[in-house]
């Protein structure tokens, strides 16, 4: 908003003399910090020019009263402010690169980022309504060793929370979904894993773009799905957002470089539960718990 | 005469409903918008006699008829205030005020009344030219050449309703064209104002309208190199003593010395000579009393048009203060909380005037521990919180006001964070506005490495889900700065 070739910085840094007892200013401290710092906030004089436009408004408005065409509110019932200026409030902006939804308030931002991003599988991009169903996602999508135990024992958890039973096929966890907690034969969050292979093939047809909403795929799948690449291969050498300290966990863990706004899924009986994860699966990379905020310290429970 | 406490209505004669007058001013507005950006930003004022009013209902004579007057006046005789009285009417016509300099020796016979024995007659005269500048052809202006020796020599006379009239109608005329400009100031325009301000000071009308006229020079796009040189000696005292307004005569001359003020102030960087002349403190004084008013509810019709000047003036003299002289340059006027109750007070009527402030207030606190200070003490910052979520450039100036106050000491980011600007920061860190974003990450750094207690007060109002979100922001640095944050600090100290 302040365009750099009228505003004139006058940045008057540590060169100012303090007062002998104060404390030590931030500037000092900021002096002595480590290397690769990319925080650069000095105070700043701001001088404008005649022209900058910030003045713009009260110019109109003077030369309106020099031309007669000033009214004070009291008079006439017009207001002396031109209608076009207003007050706005700032949008929120949901900060994935890629997703370009913005929101009136704050709370439509949140209910927007905790349904959408949060627990999302890094493996195929789907996002799925809360932790627990993320877990059960990848257990039974993306762990090969699930799928060598669940030929000899029961595997399958049961969807609800506090059921606890388990199944040998994700059929007949279906049914005893249907039968015994009522769900409906299409339940969204209920996909079988079989359906994927269709899938897989026409997605890599797509190619990476970072700004590509999800199409009807979404839609027929019933489970929102944030569009990125494909294999978890080409993940890697897609440009990381991070720069990456450590090496080996970016061989572990793969990197989510963008996502695309999807229309807003129905989330029917599930409501997206946020719960604060305290075991991080290798295998997730986003949302609270998510692997950079907690790379080399929380989460390496496995 | 425009006092501000009569209302003008001066689309002909009829009388105009208040839709069609609204719809006037949105497009004569929506022109001066286009005119700034284009930097052609110029007004002329047009002065009436108080009698005179009633005749602007009347239909003006048409161009024929100033012909016939020209030609009545050209051949002599004793009668010639008889004609000039329909002249000057004749000439509120454009197109009769083009016919009239085609005339041949039109404008040698109106110089030769102006400059003549006949005390009426130079009024009468006065008026046709001043008639005349307010014409938007350039050519008029320069038609009007021969009269401005004359003009600013009677700027030293006496009479103060003709030397309003000069001055009016100089301060029309030279803007119009470069030869007009350059001619006048040759002719002393300069000082001749400066000795017309100090000769007429007790007569507010005519301040103003040399104000006026100043204000017009000023405009020149090469003002800096050609006039305000002249300009530096002399009137710019002048202009500070005009500043107060008087209870009777109103508003009006303050105005006009307030934009002068603002025109030297925003034109030129050097501003020694006036903040010598104590320009900080007087402007800083009066911008606290009328900023009272304004915050009070207590306003003059109009105020806001002295404020704006004066908070310009204060903001970009502040600009070229040293921070070791400003306690002294200030002269003991408190700045901070009158400022800050006036952006608060502005933010809904006026924003950008509210905007305007807070760049002021900005500059105050950039190099300034003590009025950081204040800003603390005197429990102004929760007010400055309140006006974050407003956009437009506001909520950023606001930000960088209190990213100056965490800027000085550890112990004010404390004190920032128990009046709550960390849980106003987890708000703006997710505003669409990529500048809000930025600064946000940047007063969040200076807060968290101030003391681990503000780190871990982030921590628990859930900062940390913000930050990772933040680090799948499209911008590079925006990023970058986010991880920083995590890995370095707030996680470090786990």
């Known amino acids: ?302 | 005469m425009w006092r501000l406490n009569k209302v003008r209505h001066k689309a002909g004669g009829h009388a105009n409903s208040l839709e069609e007058l609204r719809t006037k001013r949105r497009e004569k507005e929506r022109a001066l918008r286009q005119a700034r950006r284009d930097r052609q930003l110029v007004s002329k004022r047009l002065l009436r006699n108080e009698d005179e009013e009633q005749d602007t209902m009347e239909v003006t004579p048409g161009e024929q008829d100033v012909v016939t007057l020209f030609q009545k006046l050209h051949h002599g005789g004793t009668e010639k205030e008889a004609f000039l009285r329909p002249l000057s009417k004749a000439l509120r016509n454009p197109s009769a005020q083009l016919t009239f300099i085609k005339l041949e020796n039109s404008m040698h016979l109106l110089v030769g009344l102006l400059t003549g024995s006949d005390a009426r007659c130079r009024l009468q005269a006065v008026r046709c030219l001043h008639e005349l500048s307010h014409s938007t052809h350039t050519s008029v202006a320069s038609a009007c050449l021969p009269a401005t020796p004359y003009l600013l020599t009677y700027l030293s006379g006496q009479s103060t309703k003709f030397t309003e009239l000069c001055l009016y109608t100089l301060g029309n005329i030279c803007p119009d064209s470069e030869t007009v400009k350059e001619r006048l100031l040759a002719q002393g325009i300069i000082p001749a104002l400066a000795g017309c301000m100090q000769n007429h000071r007790h007569n507010l009308a005519v301040v103003e309208a040399a104000g006026f006229a100043l204000f017009q020079l000023l405009q020149s796009k090469d003002a800096v190199q050609k006039v305000i040189p002249s300009v530096r000696s002399g009137l710019p005292s002048q202009l500070l003593s005009v500043l107060t307004p008087d209870p009777d005569f109103g508003l009006a001359p303050a105005i006009e010395c307030a934009w002068c003020l603002h025109s030297l102030t925003s034109s030129s960087e050097d501003h020694r000579e006036l903040l010598a002349q104590g320009a900080l403190r007087q402007c800083g004084s009066l911008l606290v009393s009328l900023g009272g008013a304004v915050a009070d509810g207590n306003t003059d019709q109009g105020v806001e048009l002295l404020v704006c000047p004066l908070l310009r003036c204060v903001g970009n003299l502040l600009s070229s203060c040293p921070a070791e002289t400003l306690h002294s340059q200030l002269g003991g006027v408190d700045l901070v909380a009158p400022l800050c109750e006036l952006v608060v007070a502005l933010i809904h009527t006026l924003p950008t005037l509210a905007r305007e402030t807070a760049w002021v207030l900005n500059n105050l606190t950039a190099h300034s521990t003590e009025s950081c200070s204040a800003l603390l003490t005197l429990n102004l910052v929760p007010r400055l919180l309140e006006l974050l979520p407003f956009s437009q450039g506001i909520n950023t100036m606001v930000l960088r006001v209190l990213a100056n106050v965490a800027h000085k000491k550890k112990e004010f980011c404390i004190q920032l964070a128990e009046l709550g600007l960390l849980s106003a920061l987890t708000a703006t860190l997710k505003m669409a506005d990529q500048d809000i974003v930025t600064l946000s990450l940047e007063v969040l750094f200076m807060m968290i490495v101030s003391s681990p207690q503000v780190s871990e007060q982030f921590v628990s109002q859930g900062g940390l889900s913000v930050l990772e979100a933040i680090q799948y922001n499209s911008d590079g640095e925006v990023r970058r700065r986010a991880t920083y944050l995590l890995e370095q600090h707030i996680l470090r100290e786990k």
């Open chain 1, 1 to 302: 908003m302040l365009q750099p070739d009228l505003l004139q910085l006058m940045a008057m840094g540590g060169s100012q003399t303090r007062n002998g007892d104060e404390e030590e200013g931030f500037r000092e401290a900021a002096e002595q910090q480590e290397e690769g710092n990319p925080f650069t906030f000095n105070p700043q004089l701001l001088r404008l020019h005649r022209d900058h436009e910030l003045f713009e408004d009260g110019d109109v408005f003077r030369h309106m009263y020099l031309q007669d065409l000033f009214m004070s509110e009291a008079e006439d019932d017009i207001s002396p402010l031109p209608p076009d200026l207003f007050l706005s409030v700032s949008e929120f902006g949901c900060h994935i690169s890629g997703c370009r939804a913005v929101f009136s308030t704050l709370d439509e931002y949140e209910h927007h980022y905790n349904s959408l991003h949060r627990h999302v599988c890094c493996s195929c991009r789907r996002s799925l309504p809360s932790a627990r169903l993320l877990d059960i996602h990848i257990q039974e999508w993306h762990d090969s060793l699930f799928t060598i135990l669940a030929q000899k024992q029961d595997m399958y958890l049961c969807l609800v929370e506090g059921c606890g039973q388990k199944f040998r096929t994700s059929q007949q966890r279906k049914d005893h979904l249907i039968r015994l907690h009522k769900y409906p034969p299409d339940f969204r969050f209920d996909k079988n894993r079989k359906e994927k292979g269709t899938r897989e093939a026409s997605r890599e047809q797509r190619t990476n773009t970072t700004m590509e909403a999800a199409d009807d795929v979404c839609r027929s799948e019933g489970v929102c799905e944030v569009m990125c690449s494909v294999e978890s291969n080409q993940l890697e050498q897609e440009e990381s957002m991070e720069t990456h300290a450590s090496s080996e966990e970016a061989a572990q863990f793969e990197d989510f470089s963008a996502s695309a706004q999807t229309p807003e899924t129905n989330t029917e009986q599930l409501k997206p539960k946020y719960s604060y994860r305290f075991v991080v699966p290798k295998t997730v990379c986003f949302g609270h718990g998510s692997v950079r905020g907690f790379r080399g310290q929380r989460g390496r429970r496995k």
